[in-house]
Structures are given as C-alpha cells and as structure tokens.
C-alpha cells in the first residue's frame, strides 16, 4: 500500500531518496547477515572438533585418576591443596557490530609450579593433573565459541527480520508511492498541455476572426 502523499515534485524527490536508501540498507544488511552467517558457520565446526577434544581428553583423565585412585588411594588430601582458579580472562571483539567474547587463561598463574608434592604421587596421578589441565583449557575454548555462536544467531535472527521489513515492506511501499506520484504529475502534465493547446487554438481562432 503506497503512503499517502500529496503528489508534487518535492514529495516525488524525497521518495525517491527514501527508496535509495531503504535499497541500500537492505544491501547493507543483507551482506552483514551473510559475514555473521559464515563466521558462524565457522564457529560450529569449530565447536564440534573442541567437543570431540575434551570427550577423548575427559576419557583419558579419568582413566588416569582410576589408576591413581588405585595405586595411591583416594586422594582426598590432595584434592584439598588445589588453589581457587582465577587464571581465566574475558574480553570481547566486534564482527559487524556484534560483540564476541574472547576467553583466555592466564599462562603466567598456571606455571607458578605444581600445587602438590611429586614424592606424595606417581606417574598417573600427574597424567591426570595434565589431562585436567588439558580439559579446562578446552572447556575455555568451547565456553567461547558456543556463546559466540549464541551472539551471532541472534544477531542473524535481528538482522534477517530488518531486511525482510525493508525487503517486503517499506521497499514495496516506497515503489508505489513514487509510482503514484510520477503518474499524477504525468496526468496533471497532460491536463495542462491540453489546455494549453485549447487556449493556443482559442487564440489562433480569435486572431483569425
């Protein structure tokens, strides 16, 4: 349905103005939907190869403490000694305006050595403490990307819902407003040739007489 306009060559202008840019906006979201969707894309089968990492990675860590549990006991006394963990850090950077979470640990708190004894343990126990280390810092990686891919598909989802009002509804709109005006003015121009006409051959009679 066109909008309601008086029809003048003002309004014609500033239709038309409006109908480029509401064209160029949904070229400009349409691109940013299609980079969103790649990077998201992208981040998924990112996600499944850190899935499958930390399933084969949590298989081999727990293997590793059944047999440290075995050879050494339960070690609940070492559980104890484990430090709070505040090695992880969070920052962000912008894909087409969208805010995506950057997940990072702190190499420099995790080499300050061991939080046990080596002459307390063995071999598996140390292979568990590796293959745990392993998985948080996988478990980093993971928390990163899927909540980018969370991000990103609600942007795609807002992006994809502005194109389609601009697509389906304002562009169409703007069509048949300029249409509408266009035809009136090219009707009021004919009006008026033909009056002029009438008055030129009113005139040419009367100068005849």
């Known amino acids: 349905m066109a909008v309601q306009a008086v029809p003048t060559k003002g309004n014609?202008?500033?239709f038309k103005k409006s109908l480029a840019l509401a064209k160029n906006g949904y070229e400009l979201l349409d691109k940013k939907r299609n980079i969103l969707v790649r990077e998201m894309m992208t981040l998924i089968d990112r996600a499944a190869e850190i899935q499958d990492k930390i399933d084969i990675t949590?298989?081999?860590?727990?293997?590793?403490?059944?047999?440290?549990?075995?050879?050494?006991?339960?070690?609940?006394?070492?559980?104890?000694?484990?430090?709070?963990?505040?090695?992880?850090?969070?920052?962000?950077?912008?894909?087409?305006?969208?805010?995506?979470?950057?997940?990072?640990?702190?190499?420099?708190?995790?080499?300050?050595?061991?939080?046990?004894?080596?002459?307390?343990?063995?071999?598996d126990f140390d292979e568990a403490y590796m293959c745990f280390r392993e998985v948080k810092r996988l478990t980093a990686d993971l928390a990163e990307v899927e909540n980018s891919v969370y991000r990103l598909a609600d942007a795609i989802k807002k992006t994809q819902k502005r194109a389609n009002a601009l697509k389906n509804i304002m562009i169409p709109r703007f069509e048949e407003t300029v249409k509408f005006i266009t035809d009136a003015l090219d009707e009021k121009d004919r009006e008026e040739f033909s009056r002029l006409k009438v008055i030129k051959a009113q005139k040419t009679e009367t100068a005849e007489d």
């Open 12 to 14: 014609l202008m500033n």
């Open 58 to 123: 949590y298989s081999k860590a727990y293997l590793a403490l059944q047999k440290a549990n075995i050879t050494l006991g339960y070690i609940d006394d070492l559980a104890k000694t484990v430090p709070t963990d505040d090695s992880l850090k969070l920052s962000y950077r912008s894909v087409m305006g969208v805010e995506i979470p950057i997940v990072t640990i702190d190499e420099s708190l995790e080499e300050k050595g061991l939080f046990y004894g080596l002459g307390s343990t063995n071999e």
